[in-house]
Each structure stands twice: as structure tokens, then as C-alpha cells.
Nanobody, 128 residues
Framework: VQLVESGGGVVQTGGSLRLSCAAS????????IGWYRQAPGKEREGVSA????????YYADSVKGRFTISSDNAKNTVYLQMNSLEPEDTAVYYC??????????????????????WGKGTLVTVSS
């Protein structure tokens, strides 16, 4: 299984970026794919997730209304469109794949959960 993130970069406050997570070696339709982020000195947090099977989604309160997650099942790729970026969004963003498909439920319930596969991350820097 391989998850490859792309799309990170440096953007000014109020700007936009679109992250991509390309998955290979998985039965894509059975999975839930999530985006996590880790800022310097902080714990990794779940930002958004999508169930490929039923299309349900999760957003952390801090990104609701600004970030949109979507999937292109034909390309085995999940996107995270990030608008109205703020300096507090600066972090390394990681793609995560959950084979059980329960990630959206788990994050919505605030449960601790083990992720099956992680990408290597892409850095997003928002300058003020």
C-alpha cells in the first residue's frame, strides 16, 4: 500500500491550496481516507475524512466551511481543497487510509483509533 501526498506549499493568509492523496495497492472503494495534520510542537490531529463506500465526510470544527474533501474513485485519489487559509493551518498534512472504512465515524465520535497506512506528508505553510 502506498499513499502519496502532493500539493503543499507556501501561501499567504486567505489563500487556497489543494492537496492530493494518490492511493495504490488498496481496494479503494472499501476504504476511508483521511487527512491529518501536525504542527510544530503539537499532536497530530484529524482534519477531514471521507468514506469512499458511502461518501460520508468528517471535518474538524477548526476547518468547517473552509476545507472540502472529495474523491475521484477512478483515479484512487482523494483531494482536500483548503480555502481561507490561516497561519494556524500551518502544518505537515498526512494522508491516512483506513481499511475498515470506519474512520469518518471514529473521528466524528472523537475516538482513539489506529490507522492502517500513512503517507509521508506534505508541508503547508501559511504566512501572515
Amino acid at each position: 500500500v502506498q499513499l502519496v501526498e502532493s500539493g503543499g506549499g507556501v501561501v499567504q493568509t486567505g489563500g487556497s491550496l489543494r492537496l492530493s492523496c494518490a492511493a495504490s495497492g488498496v481496494t479503494f472503494n472499501d476504504y476511508a481516507i483521511g487527512w491529518y495534520r501536525q504542527a510544530p510542537g503539537k499532536e497530530r490531529e484529524g482534519v477531514s475524512a471521507i468514506s469512499i463506500r458511502d461518501g460520508s465526510t468528517y471535518y474538524a470544527d477548526s476547518v468547517k466551511g473552509r476545507f472540502t474533501i472529495s474523491s475521484d474513485n477512478a483515479k484512487n485519489t482523494v483531494y482536500l481543497q483548503m480555502n481561507s487559509l490561516e497561519p494556524e493551518d500551518t502544518a505537515v498534512y498526512y494522508c491516512a487510509a483506513d481499511a475498515s472504512g470506519a474512520l469518518v465515524y471514529v473521528l466524528t465520535q472523537g475516538l482513539v483509533y489506529g490507522i492502517d497506512y500513512w503517507g509521508k506528508g506534505t508541508l503547508v505553510t501559511v504566512s501572515s
